[in-house]
């Protein structure tokens, strides 16, 4: 079967530094993604990793290690505007994604 | 461009009725999938299309759903028969190839 475990939610102030843990146990693997989704809204792509190693993009870092079935992303510099959930999805192959059950981060002030 | 589109934006129906979703995906993009998420939960992936091959609908949770897509355009998600389970948001979205998926707004759904 497919597994995907985050932590159900994780509370942060503004201006601190976040991770966000995703393991993953899939029958096929072909890249990870993260999502931001703010409540009633649709999720929107944040990152992408389909190699080792750790791929930056402004204040979002995301981290893959795909022998360990592991990846996090990394949130910097906190705003309330972050506080939202982040869901960890693996490409299992022919384009199909499996997601977590996401993790809802409480950014206070 | 226009984003990924999805009428109508919430329906409530009474359990037993049939109840028709759409998805107006990004022009050019080949790939389209249908989620479900009910409250507080993760995407359950319910379908996908690819071009003009078989869809794959080992998602589909019973009989009761289908899906259509007429080539790389317009899908619709059917549910008959509704049931007070089936209430969730129905997202949809698209890509070009194995990247990025861009999801619409989703369709709320209640079943009373």
């Known amino acids: 079967g497919q597994n995907i475990d985050q932590p159900t939610e994780m509370t942060a102030t503004e201006g601190a530094i976040v991770q966000i843990n995703c393991t993953y146990q899939?029958?096929?693997?072909?890249?990870l993604f993260w999502y931001q989704q703010h409540a009633g809204e649709a999720p929107t792509f944040l990152s992408y990793?389909?190699?080792?190693g750790l791929e930056e993009k402004g204040r979002f870092s995301s981290f893959l290690s795909r022998s360990k079935g592991y990846s996090y992303l990394l949130l910097k510099e906190l705003q309330m505007k972050d506080s939202a959930s982040y869901l960890c999805?693996?490409?299992?192959?022919?384009?199909?994604?499996?997601f977590g059950t996401g993790t809802r981060l409480l950014v206070s002030p | 461009g226009a984003g990924v589109s999805q009428s109508p934006s919430n329906k409530v129906t009474e359990k037993g009725k049939d109840v028709e979703l759409r998805c107006d995906p990004i022009?050019?993009?080949?790939?389209l999938y249908w989620y479900r998420q009910r409250l507080g939960q993760g995407l359950e992936f319910l379908i996908y299309?690819?071009?003009?091959?078989?869809?794959?609908k080992s998602g589909l949770p019973s009989d009761r759903f289908s899906a259509e897509r007429t080539g790389e355009s317009v899908s619709t998600l059917t549910i008959q028969r509704t049931q007070q389970e089936d209430s969730a948001v129905y997202l949809c979205?698209?890509?070009?190839?194995?990247?990025?998926?861009?999801f619409g707004p989703g369709t709320r759904l209640t079943v009373t």
């Open positions: 979205a698209s890509s070009r190839t194995w990247d990025e998926q861009y």
């Open positions: 899939t029958s096929g693997f072909n890249g």
């Open positions: 990793n389909v190699l080792d």
């Open positions: 999805a693996v490409n299992t192959g022919f384009q199909k994604l499996v």
């Open positions: 022009s050019g993009h080949t790939a």
């Open positions: 299309f690819q071009g003009n091959s078989a869809p794959d």
